[in-house]
C-alpha cells in the first residue's frame, strides 16, 4: 500500500533550476529516511542525496554538493530535492527512496538500503 511519487521532472538548460518533489502515501508519519538517486542510461542508479527522519541531517553526493538540496516536509509527507546551476551531467531519471524498516537513526547512500522506491522522473539539461 505504501507508494511513492515523483513529480517535477522535465528539461532544463545548463545552469538553470529544477525543484523535484516526492510524495508518501499509505503511511500516516514520515518518520524514517528518505533519499534521492538518478540513473543515466546504460549506468547504475547513483546516490544523490538523502535526509534523516526529522530533517535535521542531510548528505550529498560530492558532485552535486553546493547545488542540490534536500529537504522534507513531516507532515505533508514529502521530499523535495531542488536543483541549481544544473550540468548536462546531471541527466537521469530521478528515484525518490525511503526506508520503512530498521533504525530510522540510519541514513543509508547506497541503494541497498532503502526498500521503497518511486517510479522515478525524467530530468534532462541541455547546453
Known amino acids: 500500500q505504501v507508494q511513492l511519487v515523483e513529480s517535477g521532472g522535465g528539461t532544463v538548460q545548463a545552469g538553470g533550476s529544477l525543484r523535484l518533489s516526492c510524495v508518501v502515501s499509505?503511511?500516516?508519519?514520515?518518520?524514517?529516511?528518505m533519499a534521492w538517486f538518478g540513473q543515466a542510461p546504460g549506468l547504475e542508479r547513483e546516490f544523490v542525496a538523502a535526509?534523516?527522519?526529522?530533517?535535521?541531517?542531510?548528505y550529498y553526493e560530492d558532485s552535486v554538493k553546493g547545488r542540490f538540496t534536500i529537504s522534507r516536509d513531516i507532515v505533508k509527507n514529502t521530499v523535495t530535492l531542488q536543483m541549481n546551476s544544473m550540468k548536462p551531467a546531471d541527466t537521469a531519471v530521478y528515484y525518490c527512496?525511503?526506508?520503512?524498516?530498521?533504525?530510522?537513526?540510519?541514513?543509508?547512500?547506497?541503494?541497498?538500503?532503502?526498500?521503497?522506491w518511486g517510479q522515478g522522473t525524467q530530468v534532462t539539461v541541455s547546453l
Open positions: 527512496a525511503a526506508r520503512l524498516s530498521g533504525p530510522a537513526a540510519l541514513v543509508p547512500v547506497s541503494q541497498e538500503g532503502y526498500n521503497y
Open positions: 499509505g503511511r500516516p508519519f514520515s518518520r524514517y529516511p
Open positions: 535526509i534523516n527522519w526529522s530533517g535535521a541531517t542531510t
